[in-house]
């Protein structure tokens, strides 16, 4: 059996690895989370701005690998301009992904994310995948507060 | 490959590899490449048969019936301590106590030793290149006493920076506790030297053993020490198996680290009386099969020579230090002189992270380790988050290398480098 790393590394997810258009800090953040991973040391800071219940901005920094990195950025991507009702939507659509639901790979709903559809098969490397949207979902219950 | 022809064979790693049932299997698809052996080794039939023999013929608990099983059981036991004192050097078998492994040994000196001995403003002397299991232990303990903590640097081969050592020895010091071998880097550091620098101060000095024990042939009392740790499973050995050695008058002034039953000698309701060495610091049913397994693989190193193993692993070293230095954009860390270092290549590849560079090789059947390997501090002062981490044992071999080389190439080609 083998493992779909060209369809894991492909060029999409480079992009995102390596020039992200979210990388960065966002002005008068609503919220300012940090996040770890403690298995690999990775870590990830996400700020948001939040106005009226729709995310403004959204910018992540940080070290991690090309899955951690890219599904950040992506999800930055995603979030700007959403209510946090759309947000909760797509996030669990991504879940669902990351959880091989080929309907979910089907989605257009996600987007470019569902570049990331062969990372339910290295299931180690799932919550690479999740941690921008952990950070996330910290970030709204801070918004919150 | 051309360069294979040129290694001189120093042991026979084919022959080797037969006795490990383990590495005979496809991972992914591909004959596998075991090369995580500084964070656990595999285990030889020999290792495996010792477990299950003790499981299937001799199982009893240890030092207490008079039945013939347990006896049978507590001659295993203890003829184990000795094969593996025998190992190392240690005359006196009571000086060796079995732990779960190095962490247990390490914590044991701290929690018994320490909190008996230390007091706020004494200093205990560490390294930035300390496993977290012989950073924690001291961390705990410094905010139990108000003991300080003082820590060697690097130099920027990644060696141990020695050239303020004597600054940091005062009459403060009163521990000493250094890796032998790093299990980030290979670097192999010079504790002879600095246990006599540590003595003339008058500071106790523990040595992290748990790289060395299985790729060097350490003599424990020629290093100096005052306490060695070392763990099994590193050395060929069982998990949850390990030891420590510590000098005699030591551990006799030390107070017990856990109480329960077989450490004793009489038990009152309100105090009681300790057994003597080795018994004293082993608390509960040990890990008997563990011991008897370990005892095992004592032997098999023994056997096969440990100058032999190293000589392996240095010529494995040298063969893929070279290989890989052929590959644009890999940094590797650590000493560039050979006999400063063991069989461990920790290394970075252009923007790759190595966990991404861990899945494209474990999709080639290549088991590398990839992360802060438990050395998060040493990370920060080399100024990476992390690396990619190979290390060598008896029974790689020059194709082992080959096959990494390659699937780092395919690392580059997926990644566009």
Redo the contacts between chains.
């Keep these: 059996m083998s493992l779909p790393l060209e369809s894991v590394y492909q060029e999409l997810i480079l992009k995102h690895y390596r020039s992200s258009a979210h990388r960065g800090e966002v002005e008068e953040p609503s919220a300012a989370v940090a996040e770890r991973n403690p298995l690999c040391g990775d870590d990830i800071f996400l700020t948001v701005r939040v106005r009226e219940g729709i995310v403004e901005d959204v910018r992540f920094s940080g070290h991690g690998c090309a899955i951690s990195q890219a599904a950040a950025s992506m999800m930055c991507e995603h979030a700007v301009g959403k209510s946090w009702d759309e947000i909760h939507r797509v996030a669990d659509r991504f879940r669902d992904l990351m959880h091989g639901s080929e309907e979910a790979a089907r989605d257009r709903a996600l987007g470019d994310m569902r570049a990331l559809a062969g990372v339910a098969r290295l299931p180690r490397r799932v919550k690479c995948a999740m941690l921008g949207w952990d950070a996330l979902a910290e970030a709204e219950k801070q918004a919150a507060e | 490959m051309s360069l294979i022809a040129e290694i001189p064979a120093v042991l026979d790693a084919e022959l080797i590899r037969a006795d490990f049932p383990i590495l005979q299997q496809e991972v992914?698809?591909h004959p596998l490449v075991y090369l995580d052996n500084a964070a656990s080794t595999q285990k030889p039939r020999a290792v495996l048969d010792a477990l299950a023999a003790y499981y299937e013929h001799d199982n009893a608990n240890v030092h207490r019936g008079v039945h013939t099983l347990s006896v049978r059981a507590t001659e295993a036991f203890e003829l184990a301590r000795g094969k593996v004192a025998a190992l190392f050097g240690i005359a006196d078998t009571a000086e060796l106590i079995w732990t779960r492994g190095a962490t247990e040994a390490i914590n044991l000196v701290a929690w018994s030793w320490g909190l008996a001995n230390l007091r706020a403003g004494d200093e205990v002397l560490l390294s930035v290149m300390e496993h977290h299991s012989n950073l924690v232990p001291w961390q705990l303990l410094a905010q139990r006493t108000g003991a300080k903590l003082r820590f060697l640097d690097i130099d920027d081969q990644q060696r141990l920076d020695l050239s303020n050592l004597d600054e940091l020895l005062t009459e403060r010091t009163k521990l000493v506790s250094i890796v032998h071998v790093s299990n980030a880097l290979g670097t192999i550091n010079p504790v002879r030297e600095i246990a006599a620098r540590a003595h003339a101060v008058g500071a106790v000095v523990l040595v992290d053993g748990a790289q060395s024990a299985p790729h060097l042939p350490v003599d424990v009392p020629s290093l100096g020490c005052d306490f060695y740790a070392f763990s099994g499973h590193k050395m060929c050995g069982p998990t949850g198996m390990g030891g420590l050695w510590g000098r005699r008058a030591l551990l006799e002034a030390m107070p017990p680290f856990h109480g329960g039953g077989d450490m004793i000698e009489w038990v009152e309701l309100e105090h009681s009386t300790y057994a003597p060495l080795p018994n004293r610091f082993e608390a509960g049913t040990p890990h008997i099969a563990g011991a008897v397994a370990l005892g095992a693989a004592a032997e098999y190193l023994a056997g096969i020579g440990r100058d032999a193993i190293l000589a392996h692993e240095r010529t494995l070293l040298a063969y893929a230090l070279e290989r890989m230095s052929g590959i644009p954009e890999l940094t590797v860390f650590g000493p560039r002189d050979p006999a400063e270092r063991s069989g461990v290549i920790s290394f970075t590849l252009g923007?790759?992270?190595?966990?991404?560079l861990g899945?494209?090789l474990?999709?080639e059947g290549i088991a590398i380790r990839?992360?802060?390997h438990c050395a998060?501090p040493l990370?920060r002062r080399m100024g990476v988050?992390?690396t990619a981490r190979a290390s060598f044992y008896l029974y790689n071999t020059p194709q082992d290398v080959d096959r990494l080389v390659e699937g780092l190439g395919r690392a580059r080609k997926?990644?566009?480098l």
Excluded: E
């Excluded at chain 2, 923007?351 to 991404?356: A, G, K, R, T």
């Design positions: 992914n698809g923007d790759v992270h190595p966990h991404d899945t494209i474990d999709a990839a992360g802060h998060q990370m988050g992390s997926l990644f566009g």
